[in-house]
């Protein structure tokens, strides 16, 4: 065997290894004992493997620039939220790229253009350097756009190494989504896969799966501190803080309130959203303690300013339950009385976290209202 046959084959047994140790923190995590929520951690780990796959080593080369799907129904990472399609590509910040598409009908279009997920600061800072929104551009009559990405311009700053688009439905049942092209400016020589190339990718998929399980589990532990409750703040404080690589990688027009709901088999949690002066959205969605979001393709495990009824005075009031309390804005946690939640809030300032009360689910008919 030759050096770099040797360098792949030691390669990709620390690529297996990083997934051994990765089910090790998750078997080892202090989660409650739910044999649904177990069985998901193991579950949740071969979509981590995926979702590296795509990220590091299949689709990882800024020369080659794929703007793919990075999140969806079978694949979850982070507290997703169902309401969004997300997509993801490397950059080069010394390349120059042009994306093309059309708008779609979602309600909000967000690009967040930032430093390389996982790989630490660069010149000092790391998560999010620019953000925008699609309708900051000018878009043509049908919603079509042509926007060049160029180094050095505010939307490829030095530092660059990924774009990450939100694209916010109120219904993704019904609404279009955008039609996105991302491609090179230039001519470049087709791709390899050499050693030394696979070798790497190989072994940052590896840290990849492994940081984001050691992640989650101290994200689901930081919740202790917010239980039946809401906390956090603005995505844009989060990058200005650089509090973590984690944290600074959000959405600066988005606002954050979450925490952790425990309940007992007869109880809800009654939670109030009252809405600032402006906002276009917010979102709460309930998740797991792995952070995927409950399989929303059959339940209601999520609900918008859209699709949640509005009481009389003017706020939303929503029960998520471990079975039907008899009103529409039930949110449905499928039997489990212990996961997290998490409101999204786009565009707005100053919103204030939602209020929450545990009470008898025969009660909620008459508090929703």
């Known amino acids: 065997m030759d050096g770099d046959e040797h360098r792949l084959g030691e390669a990709y047994e620390g690529w297996i290894s990083a997934q051994q140790e990765a089910a090790r923190i998750m078997a080892s995590a202090d989660v409650p004992d739910d044999p649904i929520d177990r069985a998901e951690g193991y579950r949740w780990l071969t979509r981590l493997a995926s979702l590296a796959q795509d990220w590091f080593v299949e689709k990882a080369d800024p020369l080659h620039p794929v703007l793919f799907v990075a999140q969806n129904e079978y694949r979850k990472l982070m507290v997703d939220n169902p309401d969004v399609q997300y997509r993801f590509s490397v950059l080069n910040d010394d390349r120059t790229y042009r994306l093309r598409g059309t708008r779609g009908d979602a309600a909000y279009v967000g690009l967040a253009f930032g430093t390389p997920i996982g790989k630490g600061a660069v010149d000092g800072r790391t998560g999010t350097l620019t953000q925008v929104n699609l309708d900051q551009f000018e878009l043509g009559p049908s919603g079509e756009f042509d926007i060049l990405i160029e180094p050095g311009s505010e939307l490829l700053p030095p530092g660059t190494g990924q774009v990450t688009v939100r694209e916010t439905f109120f219904d993704r049942r019904t609404d279009r989504a955008a039609e996105m092209h991302l491609e090179l400016v230039g001519e470049v020589d087709p791709p390899l896969c050499t050693a030394a190339d696979l070798v790497e990718k190989l072994e940052f998929a590896g840290l990849f799966v492994q940081f984001v399980a050691a992640t989650v589990v101290q994200m689901w532990r930081d919740t202790d501190d917010n239980i039946n409750s809401f906390g956090g703040q603005e995505g844009s404080k989060h990058v200005e803080e650089q509090e973590d690589e984690v944290r600074t990688h959000v959405d600066a027009d988005m606002t954050y309130h979450g925490g952790r709901w425990v309940l007992g088999d007869d109880e809800a949690l009654l939670v109030t959203v009252t809405a600032p002066e402006e906002f276009l959205y917010w979102g709460l969605t309930i998740t797991n303690p792995w952070m995927e979001s409950y399989d ?58 939602p209020a929450a009360e545990v009470v008898p689910i025969e009660a909620v008919g008459a508090l929703v209202w």
């Open 296 to 353: 929303y393709r059959y339940s209601t495990t999520c609900l918008n300013n859209r699709r949640a009824g509005r009481s009389d005075d003017g706020r939303w009031r929503l029960a998520i339950a471990p079975r039907d309390p008899g009103v529409d804005n039930w949110i449905d946690t499928g039997g489990r009385t212990e996961g997290y939640m998490l409101v999204r809030w786009v565009l707005t300032e100053g919103a204030p976290p």
